[in-house]
């Protein structure tokens, strides 16, 4: 994070926090700057130390830099998540749908997969629950990241006990594609015409119209080429997963809080920041990855009692689900794969 950006994120904390403000005490002495609240709360974010082992470079107490981590991973949140955390709008998707098509997969809008952030201090009474497959309490974080990086989707929260699918049924990541809000997303591909984008998934996800797979057992040289440009393409979302535990090691380390509410707002905030780090370090010599900050995408008016809306909703819960089309779309993919590369 350079100067430029972490004083921006100052001066916005600053003003939506009073906590952050320099005040004087009782007696008139200068109590402790905004620098250093924000530079021990990104320090215990960077470097996942404990709160007591700030004090020797920022002059604060242990409580404070609690304190401070606290209010400004929540300060973060309520500002920057509507620019940084939001989901894809028009000019997104399309730039999305072009950085897929340059890499052989028209119409991928990114790739999915979870994380798990070990949680050691988690009450006794829910270790049963949040314990999985690791033997140790665990919350699950499900995100989806581009090729630049960039993380739209994050979900966070769920016991470690669930697997992809269990979070995949209660997370949100198709809550505006069925509500019929989310930006086109029209494509082609071996001829064939297609309305909705893909994430490009693991073995555990099901065969939906918007996940694309990779072929267990592939037979072939063109399904042997697809198995292994779809497993490459894939490891974006890992690649997002180890750089954000690389620059914020708090979330690669086990979690020492408590409060799970305050685990998420660390969780969300670091995502937040780490999407401010990727626009911040882009290239723009490389592909157009400036992403608008306004959101594009309509709004839908609520009116209850409305069928039509629901028959809608229901009929585009049946397409997200629809296993023909998936098989269709793997099909025409490997074709695509194929024609493109099979050759070289």
Known sequence: MNRTLFLRILFMVENYDPYFVQTKNAVGIMGLSSLQKMTAAIRMLAYGVAADAVDDYVRIGESTA???????VRAVVAIFS??????????????LLAM???RGFPGMLGSIDCMHWKWKNCPTAWKGMYSGHVHEPTIILEAVASYDLWIWHAFFGLPGSHNDINV???SSVFALLSEGR??????????NDYTMGYYLADGIYPKWATFVKTIPSPKGN???HFAKSQESARKDVERAFGVLQARFAIVRGPARLWKLEVLKDIMKACIILHNMIVEDERNANELDFTYDTMDESPTAVVIPERSSELLQFINT??????????????????????NMHGNY
């Open 222 to 224: 063109k399904q042997i």
């Open 66 to 72: 609690i304190e401070s981590l606290k209010r400004f």
């Open 317 to 338: 819960q049946h397409c997200i689900r629809d296993k023909e089309i998936h098989s269709k779309l793997q099909a025409d993919l490997v074709e695509h794969q194929w």
């Open 168 to 170: 995949l049924e209660r």
């Open 100 to 102: 897929g098509t340059n």
């Open 182 to 191: 989310a930006p086109p997303a029209n494509f082609s591909v071996n001829g």
């Open 82 to 95: 509507n620019e940084y955390l939001r989901s894809p709008n028009n000019d997104d998707i399309a730039r």
